[in-house]
């Protein structure tokens, strides 16, 4: 290392919030906007910084980032944020977001293309809004409705996509929604009469949830209404439908114990209950922001309790240790409280673990405790109410669970093909200080190897970035950086494919299925 080296290095330490040594960069710009851009809904600021700097260093992985960030089926599902920055890049660099406009309603939805219709890429937008209303008006013609709710589906079968839901209408009290249809309308050349008939024409073909309710026409079938609407609507169904809408969510919840208890239910008989883009937070907030108060009715809990069980799982066989942090830190106001997330993601992925793993978590704040849900803890209300014996709002000392965990394996009570093979630790990142001159990872790192053990893989989901610094260094080993509130990435995070692994390779795996772009900015 030169003089210049380790001038850059002391530069690039911070300290969290608590004192811990961090980075303020992890030697990699893209590396950076991956790891955090999850936990930045409220840090906007530093997010479209690290946007910037992405993009300066490589184009191509940050577009792809910006796609992984926004994807709402196998990505975050980051609709505020990827918006921001779809806009300051048509701003910046208008070209490149011509070339990758075609794919903004494939990853999120068409009416995020509306943030370019005050860019340089604004008639690119309008030009894939006119091509699909064209495709649509023909697909009408020929009668092929559909109640596909994914957009790609849609347009792969010459189905009626889901533009009609998500266009501008003209008869809003939004002035931004008004500007917003002004413009298309006058791009497509129709008075308001008539682009009302047409959003009234693609609505009424896909049978959009919205316009039955404002009937009050309850026929619809709840089985194929989309998750986020079938959640924000729960109130209305079971004020205005209840009889019917209980119904169908006790034999959904009936037949998700039996599956659970290995009972194979015939396809004729299944019920279904969408959950397909879902943050699992979103059901756990109403029950965790209630305990203060008188706690939730029996009819506001159905509904989450149906939705929780409709979330996507699958059993692994992996000997990972989940870590929530439940520090004061974590806590604060409304359903994206850091706690919300960390505690629906540390349930969550503990359901989803086997073995001796299945259903057990560690928490911790001044001291690490073991949590393991009981059988008898049935229900979501049940499970969180468990959970929350154990919280406690104080201190974010992380070090006592890397010690714990070494303290296990010197014992020597474990046989080796036993021990934690990984630590997810779901937190804020504002860890306390431990040493001098070190971050608690590198200080229990070296601990470890002194003691003659390898410290298990240590994958550090941030659910919450305030601030824009990073726990370790893109080249470090047997380390996997991720970020935000979505359970999609699960099963990428857990998996044994890549066993030694830097947080640098990790990311571009996770970048592999969007080599779609590699061509449009190679």
């Known amino acids: 290392m030169n003089a210049l ?83 300051e890049l ?31 890429a604004k008639d690119e937008a309008i030009s894939l809004i006119k091509r699909q209303i064209e495709k649509d008006k023909a697909a009408m013609g020929k009668g092929e409705n559909s109640s596909i709710t994914d957009t790609k ?19 809003t009290s939004s002035k931004e929604s008004v500007r917003h249809a002004k413009i298309l309308m006058t791009a497509l050349g129709m008075k308001a009469v008539e682009y009302r008939k047409l959003c009234s024409a693609l609505r009424n073909e896909i049978k ?25 609507y729960r109130k209305a169904f079971m004020r205005n439908d209840g009889k019917r809408y209980k119904a169908y969510l006790n034999s959904f919840v009936e037949q998700a114990e039996k599956v659970a208890h290995g009972e194979v239910i015939p ?16 059901i756990v907030a109403p029950f965790m922001n209630s305990w203060g108060g008188n706690g939730l009715t029996a009819e506001e809990e159905l509904p989450l309790e149906a939705s929780w069980k409709a979330l996507d799982r699958r059993k692994f066989n992996s000997k990972t240790i989940v870590v929530r942090d439940g520090s004061g830190s974590m806590y604060g ?33 001044s001291e690490p405790r073991l949590v393991h849900i009981p059988n008898k803890a049935d229900t979501l209300k049940k499970k969180l109410s468990f959970i929350s014996k154990f919280n406690d709002c104080s201190n974010t000392d992380i070090g006592k669970v890397y010690n714990l965990i070494l303290k296990v394996a010197k014992n020597g009570e474990v046989p080796k093909e036993e021990m934690i093979e990984r630590i997810l630790i779901v937190s804020d990142m504002e860890f306390d200080a431990c040493a001098e001159g070190v971050s608690t990872f590198e200080h229990y790192r070296e601990k470890f190897e002194k003691a003659g053990y390898v410290l298990p893989e240590i994958v550090f989901w941030n659910v919450e970035a305030r601030n824009a610094h990073l726990p370790v260094t893109q080249n470090e080993k047997g380390v996997k950086l991720v970020s935000g509130a979505s359970a999609n990435i699960f099963a990428n995070v857990i998996t044994d494919d890549l066993k030694v692994v830097t947080p640098q390779d990790f990311m571009l795996k996770m970048l592999e299925p969007y080599a779609e772009f590699d061509k449009l900015l190679a």
């Open 333 to 365: 106001t409304g359903d994206f409280a850091a706690i919300n997330i960390a505690t629906s993601l540390a349930l969550l992925f503990a359901e989803q673990l086997g073995g001796a793993y299945k259903d057990t978590f560690i928490t911790f704040s």
């Open 267 to 282: 396809d004729k008989e299944k019920v279904t209950l969408n959950a397909k883009t879902l943050y699992p937070y979103q």
């Open 208 to 232: 959009i949830l919205e316009d039955k309710l404002r009937r009050r026409d309850y026929s619809f079938d709840y089985s194929i209404q989309p998750s986020q609407a079938m959640l924000r």
């Open 153 to 171: 589906l849609c347009q792969s079968a010459g189905s009626v996509s889901l533009l009609g839901k998500w266009l501008p209408s003209i008869n």
């Open 90 to 120: 048509a701003k910046e660099y208008p070209e490149t977001a011509k070339q990758i406009a075609y794919a903004v309603p494939e990853y999120g939805r068409w009416d995020d293309l509306l943030v370019l219709m005050d860019t340089p």
């Open 5 to 87: 080296q380790a001038i850059g290095k002391l530069l690039n330490c911070t300290q969290t919030e608590n004192g811990d040594l961090a980075y303020k960069s992890s030697g990699s710009s893209c590396l950076d906007f991956f790891s955090l851009c999850g936990g930045m809904r409220k840090n906007i600021s530093d997010l479209e910084r690290l946007f910037t700097k992405a993009y300066a260093e490589n184009p191509l992985v940050a577009i792809k980032i910006l796609f992984y960030m926004r994807n709402v089926r196998g990505g975050l599902g980051e609709r505020k944020s990827f918006r921001v920055l779809l806009k």
